[in-house]
């Protein structure tokens, strides 16, 4: 167990900072990840007992350490399952789910999709620096084609996943995006994510100043990042640009830039709907990122309802013991199949 904190009478009024060093290497972007964790935190009026913070292994997995609440530090991609068994044996428990993408979408990428399948309420952040940087700099599975590292030196092969298209594809039932450097931002998403009922998946564009420096430099520099990054506001139109001249529309089942100097309005710009239930146009949406010409879009893609799995696990459990008692485990030990070995 990463952390163990105290009891506290007034959640509203606490520093969710623990004792411990923090040791990531200087300038990393997980210390904006965490600066804006401990912000909202204490907004939630959650006890510091009744949170709970998951991880598995890398770089962002050290999250745990340095909340003042309680913490798993885990194994490696198998924190979605600690994370559901938590979750399942209390229900009244807010917790979190802290990975990257190697630890998320390599070796833990079948337990994640199958949290998102589930709809259970719990908050995956995902600290995506597109690199390994625990283990000295080897591609990760959201590597760009091409990318030259110590695993890869004549450039990666591999085509990288999309982490927001596979969430939205797995079920994930509140999608969003955030960056590292745009903290006002990332804070908001969080605070949304913690208000939403199932599971929630914030993708956080995250530098590693170490092993891949400047990866999103295009979508943080002042003289870039209008031009590169759409932001997502429901019921608003899909405009971005320093003049806010740029726009999306839909042309068929395609994405379309529009110029809005040349002939072309904001009334013919797509309006943002994160609530549409239906896959198509968040997954539009999505894949955008991967295309040169586009913006990435930032903010939330999709925010649906829908039953959780723990809500429904209780209920279950409610049903079959009120139809058969609370059983005795003594007995369903020694009964059905068994056999003795002399």
Request: glycine content about 10%; hydrophobic content about 35%.
């Amino acid at each position: 167990m990463a952390s163990q904190p105290t009891k506290t009478a007034k959640p509203g009024k606490v520093n969710f900072a623990s004792d411990q060093d923090v040791r990531w290497c200087p300038g990393c972007g997980d210390y904006a990840i965490l600066a804006q964790m401990k912000k909202v935190l204490p907004e939630l009026g959650i006890p510091r007992e009744n949170i709970v913070f998951v991880s598995g292994i890398g770089c962002s997995s050290r999250f745990p350490y340095y909340l003042s609440t309680f913490g798993v530090h885990s194994i490696h991609g198998r924190a979605p399952t600690i994370a559901t068994g938590v979750k399942l044996a209390n229900p009244d428990l807010s917790v979190w789910l802290i990975t990257g993408d190697g630890d998320g979408f390599s070796i833990g990428g079948n337990h994640l999709i199958h949290l998102c399948r589930r709809n259970l309420d719990i908050k995956v952040i995902l600290f995506n620096n597109q690199i390994y940087g625990l283990t000295k700099g080897q591609y990760s599975p959201t590597s760009p084609v091409g990318k030259i590292t110590k695993t890869t030196p004549y450039g990666s092969l591999d085509h990288p996943f999309n982490p927001v298209s596979m969430m939205l594809s797995s079920g994930a039932t509140f999608v969003a995006r955030t960056i590292d450097r745009d903290t006002k931002h990332m804070a908001e998403i969080f605070r949304r994510a913690a208000a939403h009922k199932g599971m929630a998946f914030v993708e956080v564009y995250q530098n590693c100043n170490i092993f891949n420096d400047g990866a999103f430099r295009e979508l943080t520099e002042p003289e870039t990042k209008s031009d590169h990054v759409l932001h997502l506001e429901s019921g608003h139109p899909l405009i971005f640009g320093k003049n806010r001249d740029k726009g999306i529309r839909l042309n068929g089942l395609e994405m379309e830039l529009l110029d809005l100097n040349r002939g072309y309005s904001v009334d013919d710009c797509l309006v943002h709907n994160e609530n549409t239930a239906g896959l198509a146009y968040s997954q539009l949406l999505a894949e955008i990122t991967i295309h040169p010409e586009f913006p990435t879009p930032v903010g939330v893609f999709r925010q649906i309802e829908k039953p959780t799995y723990d809500e429904r696990f209780v209920e279950q459990m409610e049903m079959v013991t009120q139809k058969k008692g609370k059983g005795d485990l003594k007995q369903l030990f020694i009964s059905g199949d068994t056999w003795k070995v002399d």
